[in-house]
């Protein structure tokens, strides 16, 4: 369970981005339904990135940006570094983004020397869209205390605040839950720890770690669905805020990161292996015109 405040920054994303969150709910199983397609002649791609280029290249900052700085507010122990550090292609058509135990540079955190880097992308000035598919397909680490996440914030969040600009998690994985992912809304009077979602499970004590998957939402007015290898397992409409303000209806931008530590994964143990990556295939965007 985290809290979501505000984002102490040290470079990069000039609004105040805020740290992935959500609540740990229990997974549900793996829905029978078929998420709606994404393709067909009404359907636009807006934004494609299949991460190709040489081997430890930077991902395209024509298309990202790279957030630096550390977390205190969901108390997270690593620091975000710049440029290839921590997040780089790798020559197969992957982005890779690397957690280590390590800290090279004396980096400093909330609560002293950093004990980890890690790395955050955002599209933030670059890329925003209100509705349509939004498609990830990616391998996710495993280990205690390891979160890493797919999600959205409102492109208003410099002048309204989080959460009033709205926060869409596609999909976030705490190490401690190796075979269940969760998709989650936070927004005004439902944030945090009262984000509204669900979670979804892998049969047979799958874990995420395994093999790649496919993570996506389909985003229409008054409705967001998500959906995991093609299988819907919750749709959400203004029916389930309960009254609140619905603050889906306007655009959004795109955030991949790999955090180490935090209230709701808890701190990396004896037991965490490092270093652990967040392998992407790719992030694909469209729209219906």
């Not at 959500?22 to 793996?30: V, Y």
């Not at 709606?36 to 024509?62: E, I, K, Q």
């Not at 540079?105 to 020397?113: L, P």
């Amino acid at each position: 369970m985290t809290v979501h405040t505000s984002w102490r920054r040290r470079a990069a994303l000039s609004t105040a981005a805020l740290a992935c969150c959500a609540t740990a709910l229990a997974g549900l199983p793996a829905g029978a339904s078929a998420a709606p397609s994404p393709t067909g002649s009404a359907a636009a791609a807006t934004f494609t990135d299949d991460f190709n280029g040489p081997a430890g290249s930077a991902v395209d900052g024509g298309k990202w940006q790279v957030e630096t700085g550390d977390n205190v507010n969901n108390h997270e122990r690593q620091y975000y570094t710049s440029g290839n550090k921590n997040a780089a292609l790798d020559g197969q058509g992957n982005l890779v983004i690397t957690a280590r135990k390590e800290n090279p540079a004396n980096y400093q955190c909330w609560y002293g020397r950093c004990e980890y880097t890690s790395a955050r992308l955002n599209t933030s000035g670059k890329f925003t869209q209100t509705y349509g598919h939004v498609e990830a397909r990616m391998k996710i680490p495993r280990g205690q205390g390891i979160w890493p996440a797919f999600w959205m914030l409102g492109a208003d969040i410099g002048s309204v605040g989080w959460p009033q600009s709205g926060e869409i998690d596609v999909m976030e994985n705490v190490g401690f839950e190796p075979g269940t992912v969760h998709g989650t809304l936070h927004g005004p009077g439902y944030s945090g720890s009262g984000g509204v979602g669900a979670g979804y499970t892998l049969p047979g004590g799958e874990a995420f770690a395994d093999k790649f998957h496919t993570f996506a939402v389909d985003w229409s007015p008054n409705k967001v669905t998500w959906s995991v290898d093609g299988n819907v397992y919750q749709t959400r409409t203004p029916a389930d805020v309960s009254g609140k303000q619905w603050v889906f209806d306007k655009p959004f931008f795109l955030i991949l990161n790999l955090a180490v530590g935090g209230y709701w994964p808890g701190d990396p143990d004896g037991s965490t292996s490092f270093p652990q990556q967040l392998v992407v295939d790719y992030v694909h965007v469209t729209t219906n015109t």
